[in-house]
């Protein structure tokens, strides 16, 4: 079975902490994404992955940074956390090539920054 | 203008009732259109996509894309109430990312 795991469900920090959002899957796939949810707003990206060190921004990259140090895990960083930055966050896997590239999704990790 | 434009609801109706969901784009070079659905405290899963114009079916699950309109539609036949849900349109932008709409939430009464 597929699985896009994201290391936390819940988490709160505090203004200014510097936050790590861990997400691992076992897909061998070469995308990862991730996105931010928020009422009203849906589903924004923030940066994505098509290989390992490479990284592109997406629509809101600003007060975020990635890594993408191995295939299988890619971590979201708040630099700096804001209280703007309290969100539900999604990370996201697909393949390359064809029409069939379905994302997969984890649970999300709802942050809320305090 | 949004990409993606959906109307969020809320959307209730009995069970049994047909349901229609509809997105609108603007970029007439997209190609790949999908419906996500996602249950509260869930992630997205994939519900069903269509590559270009025309539709697909899926049991009580059909999806139409009209590129002419850049109107896509997700009809639902026969609800459940396990069918409660939020929907998302989704259409895939160059390379492999995906913009959504920003969903559509359903509530299916028994």
């Known amino acids: 079975d597929v699985k896009v795991t994201q290391s936390s469900r819940y988490l709160v920090k505090r203004t200014g902490e510097k936050v790590f959002l861990e997400c691992v899957q076992d897909?061998?796939?070469?995308?990862m994404f991730w996105y931010r949810q928020d009422p009203g707003l849906g589903l924004r990206l923030i940066y994505f992955?098509?290989?390992?060190?490479?990284?592109e921004k997406g629509d809101i990259p600003e007060g975020y940074s990635v890594s993408r140090e191995k295939k299988e895990r890619f971590s979201l960083i708040l630099e700096s956390a804001s209280t703007n930055q309290t969100s539900m966050y999604l990370c996201?896997?697909?393949?390359?090539?064809?029409?069939?590239?379905?994302?997969?999704f984890g649970q999300g990790t709802r942050l809320t920054v305090v | 203008q949004k990409e993606v434009e959906q109307d969020p609801g809320p959307l209730s109706v009995p069970e049994g009732a047909i349901v229609s969901l509809n997105c609108t784009y603007s970029?007439?070079?997209?190609?790949?259109f999908m419906w996500y659905r996602q249950y509260s405290r869930k992630g997205p899963e994939l519900l069903m996509y269509?590559?270009?114009?025309g539709n697909k079916e899926d049991g009580r699950f059909t999806a139409q894309v009209d590129k002419s309109s850049k109107y896509i539609s997700l009809f639902i036949r026969d609800s459940q109430p396990s069918d409660s849900a939020t929907y998302l349109c989704?259409?895939?932008?160059?390379?492999?990312?995906?913009?959504f709409g920003k969903g559509t939430s359903l509530l299916v009464t028994p």
């Open positions: 996201a896997s697909s393949t390359m090539g064809g029409e069939g590239t379905e994302a997969f």
């Open positions: 897909m061998d796939h070469e995308n």
């Open positions: 992955s098509y290989d390992v060190k490479m990284k």
């Open positions: 970029n007439s070079a997209f190609q790949y």
């Open positions: 269509t590559y270009s114009s």
């Open positions: 989704a259409i895939r932008r160059s390379g492999y990312a995906l913009n």
